[in-house]
């Protein structure tokens, strides 16, 4: 079972940036695609960027697109989110998340594997 663990989140004004950062162990990450989802209390947590075994694709949910940018660094087996201009609306609970399948899974159970999550606040 691999094991995941965010770092990076915390409170920022509207217009700044921060940089996620998901650390695996027990296995590597170079066979799976991962993803950031996030989520507010009360609704369902929704995928906001991916990437492929590679780095060489990368998916964005509408919302976020030209402001975040999702990386990897398979040397250290580790996924990035790096998030920029960000928004009272981007404040939720951010996660990252490994998959096997081939293509951008946006269902939770597509996902085997889970981080428990970084805080991020967003101050208008």
């Known amino acids: 079972q691999m094991e995941l663990v965010e770092s990076g989140g915390g409170l920022v004004q509207a217009g700044g940036s921060l940089r996620l950062s998901c650390a695996a162990s027990r296995r590597t990450l170079t066979s799976y695609r991962m993803a950031w989802f996030r989520q507010t209390p009360g609704k369902e947590r929704d995928l906001v960027a991916a990437?492929?075994?590679?780095?060489?694709?990368?998916f964005y949910a509408d919302s976020v697109k030209g402001r975040f940018t999702i990386s990897r660094d398979n040397a250290k087996n580790t996924v990035y989110l790096q998030m920029n201009s960000l928004k009272p609306d981007d404040t939720a609970v951010y996660y990252c998340a490994a998959t096997s399948y081939a293509y951008w899974a946006t269902s939770l159970r597509e996902y085997h594997s889970w981080g428990q999550g970084t805080q991020v606040t967003v101050s208008s």
């Open positions: 990437i492929s075994e590679s780095g060489a694709l990368t």
